[in-house]
């Protein structure tokens, strides 16, 4: 599994530096936790989620309830958090992208770069860029060719309006000179099974909902849509490789909560949520679900990747026109 370590160096003195203060750091609470998630049940993020809470319920020994809150693209969960008192009972398993992506389609009653307060980042999701069984290539560039020779025939799914999903695809658009149209969807497995199918062709994808598809031959992988290969599909190039460095989409899942929260209290909680990370039993199942290596971002370096990502997507937003009934 030396493919998929979460920063040891910084787990390990997070351990030893627990270890010196358990009785301070499980102090944290002495009441049941509540970890929202802005998914349904069985999504990327309530995976993770549910493995983290496994093992923090037993490390804290108090109850962590997994309290799933979909919709609006994260927002009911997130205002959820926010209305809780700051006492830390209430916290957010979340990837970066809910915050950074959808306030910029949708209008939300919270700022994302102030109202909330990254903790720990736990893995990281990337995108790959998947097809059907029926697509006739093997690599972007035979993607690329065969829809530059199907004018106006060839879609794409994604499972948002206003995701990353959809703006992998708009800019491969640009980039490529292509013209394939966008087909929206409500989540992955919808969109994923249209695909499997062969009713829309193509697809910017996390790699979690992709992996076991992809290795079953259900679907096509073409390229990571990350800075450097995935361990889970070692023979896939990135984008970058293939000529496209713009499709660059991978993003932290972590734990936030509202900035309300007492720092000192935050800490506490990083402290005892990176040490159920550092567990081989909660990096085995999370590498086993398709997330990449991750975990080494300190809360400050989160805040400035949200920042960076939320600017970006918001450009990004503006040059394509892209609104939420698109």
């Known amino acids: 599994m030396n493919a998929f370590r979460f920063s040891p160096l910084r787990r390990a003195v997070c351990a030893a530096a627990l270890a010196l203060t358990l009785p301070a750091a499980m102090a944290w609470t002495d009441k049941p936790v509540r970890m929202l998630v802005p998914a349904p049940a069985g999504g990327t993020m309530d995976v993770v989620a549910r493995i983290v809470a496994d093992q923090l319920a037993a490390d804290i ?15 009911i969960a997130v205002q959820a958090m926010l209305a809780a008192p700051p006492d830390g009972h209430t916290i957010m398993m979340t990837a970066s992208n809910i915050l950074t992506e959808i306030p910029h389609v949708m209008k939300t009653a919270f700022d994302p770069l102030r109202d909330v307060k990254p903790v720990t980042a736990i893995a990281r999701a990337t995108m790959v860029m998947v097809g059907a069984p029926t697509v006739p290539a093997k690599d972007v560039k035979g993607v690329v060719a065969w829809v530059k020779a199907n004018p106006g025939k060839v879609s ?9 999903s959809h703006y992998a695809g708009m800019i491969l658009n640009q980039k490529a000179g292509l013209d394939m149209q966008h087909v929206p969807f409500a989540g992955s497995p919808p969109a994923l099974a249209q695909l499997m199918g062969g009713q829309v062709p193509l697809m910017f994808d996390g790699m979690a909902t992709s992996k076991k598809m992809i290795e079953a031959g259900k679907i096509q992988a073409f390229g990571v849509a990350g800075k450097k290969r995935s361990p889970h599909l070692p023979n896939v ?34 402290a005892a949520v990176d040490k159920s990370a550092a567990s081989p039993k909660v990096r085995d199942r999370l590498l086993g679900a398709g997330f990449d290596a991750g975990g080494d971002e300190t809360a400050e370096q989160m805040a400035q990747s949200l ?9 990004i937003v503006k040059a394509f026109d892209i609104k939420l009934n698109q």
Request: aromatic share 8%; no cysteine.
């Open 61 to 75: 020994g108090q109850p962590v309830v997994v309290e799933n809150k979909p919709g609006a693209g994260g927002a």
């Open 156 to 164: 794409f799914a994604s499972y948002s309006t206003g995701t990353s």
């Open 237 to 270: 190039p990135t984008m970058a490789e293939q000529g496209y460095p713009d499709l660059d989409f991978s993003n932290w899942v972590g734990i936030i909560v509202a900035s309300s929260v007492p720092p000192a209290l935050v800490q506490k909680i990083n």
């Open 307 to 315: 920042r960076a990502d939320f600017e970006r997507n918001a450009a």
